[in-house]
T-cell receptor
Framework: QQQVKQSPQSLIVQKGGISIINCAYE??????FPWYQQFPGKGPALLIAIRPDVSEKKEGRFTISFNKSAKQFSLHIMDSQPGDSATYFCAASMKGTYKYIFGTGTRLKVLA | DAGITQSPRHKVTETGTPVTLRCHQT?????MYWYRQDPGHGLRLIHYSYGVKDTDKGEVSDGYSVSRSKTEDFLLTLESATSSQTSVYFCATGRGGQDEQFFGPGTRLTVL
């Protein structure tokens, strides 16, 4: 199964709160999981990525948690700010391929 | 945007007309991709290229063709546009493998 299922579709968080976006996959051949951030009117840009040999990766306020046995991974945005308001896409890729399978996206709004 | 431009940025056309979208990169990246972005579907790969004159189909390639005669240019053609091809189209480039993909600013296409 090539799909990557992403939830929720939209999310509203208060400033300073924690934003959590979840993704799940079926294909155990996936071995690279990036998250992309897209601001309105712009193309997506890489935010953070993880491989399944680690359970967590943190870059500033952004953390990916990875659960290999459950085939799930999630993006946590700590101390969410209005500037984080954007659409977030998870993705998955198999070794030896040059393609990503993207999730359906989560529109995040952080209220000031 | 890693030196990626797309043209046109906006286009309105009628059903049955041919349409060509252009992606131009200045980064000398080997890989180039065309995606479409639709609400509820996220980013879906249409076609990709792994070198000059080397292209392959993505998950939603029906009704689309591509050409790459130079490293820097990747063209997407809708031979006979349909209303279902109304979308925002993004070009992306990459150095290869699972490396980061760099996205262009997008083209909004409306087929009436």
């Amino acid at each position: 199964q090539q799909q990557v299922k992403q939830s929720p579709q939209s999310l509203i968080v208060q400033k300073g709160g924690i934003s959590i976006i979840n993704c799940a996959y079926e294909n155990t051949a996936f071995d690279y999981f990036p998250w992309y951030q897209q601001f309105p009117g712009k193309g997506p840009a890489l935010l953070i990525a993880i491989r399944p040999d680690v359970s967590e990766k943190k870059e500033g306020r952004f953390t990916i948690s990875f659960n290999k046995s459950a085939k799930q991974f999630s993006l946590h945005i700590m101390d969410s700010q209005p500037g984080d308001s954007a659409t977030y896409f998870c993705a998955a890729s198999m070794k030896g391929t040059y393609k990503y399978i993207f999730g359906t996206g989560t529109r995040l709004k952080v209220l000031a | 945007d890693a030196g990626i431009t797309q043209s046109p940025r906006h286009k309105v056309t009628e059903t049955g007309t041919p349409v060509t979208l252009r992606c131009h990169q200045t980064e000398n990246h080997r890989y180039m991709y065309w995606y479409r972005q639709d609400p509820g579907h996220g980013l879906r790969l249409i076609h990709y290229s792994y070198g000059v004159k080397d292209t392959d189909k993505g998950e939603v390639s029906d009704g689309y063709s591509v050409s790459r005669s130079k490293t820097e240019d990747f063209l997407l053609t809708l031979e006979s546009a349909t209303s279902s091809q109304t979308s925002v189209y993004f070009c992306a480039t990459g150095r290869g493998g699972q490396d980061e993909q760099f996205f262009g600013p997008g083209t909004r296409l409306t087929v009436l």
